[in-house]
C-alpha cells in the first residue's frame, strides 16, 4: 500500500501547478498585447518623427497641437454692405475703419473685386463691432491723422 504522505503531495504539486499555469497564463496574454501596443506607438512615433523633420527641412512649422489650425476666412459682398448699412456709415468712413478708400469698398460690395488676405482679417475683425464702438474707432482715427498733419507743417 502506497504511503498516503506521498500521495497526498502528488496531488497537491499537481493542483498547484495547474493553478499557477492559469494564473501565469492570463499574465502573459496581457504582456503579448502590450508589447504589441508598444509597438505600435514606436512606430507611430518614428513616422511622427519623420514628418517633423521634412517639415523642418521645408521651412514649414507643424500646426500647434492644440488645434489652432488658422481658419480660411469667407468673404461675402453682401454681408459687407449690409454690415456697412447697419452700422450707417459711407462708404469712406468704412473704408477709414478698414483701412482702405470708399473705392475699394464699392467694388468689394459690387463683387468687381475681393479683399486681400491682410484686409480680410482686418474686416473680419471689424465684423462683431457696434455703432457706438465704430464711430469711437472712426474719432481715433481722424484724431490720429490730424496730429500727424499739424506734426508735418511744423517746422524747427
Same mark, same amino acid.
Given at each position: 500500500?502506497? #504511503? ?25 496574454? =496581457? ?19 519623420? @514628418?517633423?523633420? *521634412? ?21 461675402? =459682398? ?28 464699392? #467694388?468689394?460690395? @459690387? ?17 462683431? *463691432? ?27
Amino acid at each position: 500500500m502506497p #504511503n498516503i504522505g506521498a500521495m497526498l503531495k502528488q496531488a497537491i504539486t499537481r493542483l498547484a501547478r495547474r493553478e499557477v499555469r492559469v494564473q501565469v497564463q492570463a499574465t502573459k496574454k =496581457a504582456s503579448t498585447q502590450y508589447r504589441r501596443h508598444i509597438a505600435a506607438l514606436r512606430r507611430q512615433v518614428t513616422a511622427l518623427e519623420r @514628418q517633423l523633420a *521634412i517639415l523642418k527641412r521645408r521651412g514649414t512649422s507643424a500646426p500647434a497641437a492644440t488645434g489652432d489650425v488658422p481658419q480660411k476666412i469667407r468673404f461675402v =459682398a453682401k454681408g459687407l454692405k449690409s454690415q456697412r448699412s447697419r452700422l450707417g456709415l459711407s462708404a469712406a468712413d468704412f473704408g477709414r475703419l478698414v483701412g482702405v478708400s470708399a473705392q475699394s469698398i464699392y #467694388n468689394w460690395e @459690387q463683387g468687381h473685386a475681393m479683399p486681400r488676405a491682410g484686409q480680410l482679417a482686418v474686416l473680419a475683425a471689424r465684423r462683431g *463691432i457696434g455703432k457706438r464702438e465704430a464711430v469711437k474707432l472712426l474719432e481715433q482715427s481722424v484724431g490720429t491723422k490730424k496730429r500727424r498733419a499739424a506734426d508735418g507743417k511744423r517746422k524747427p
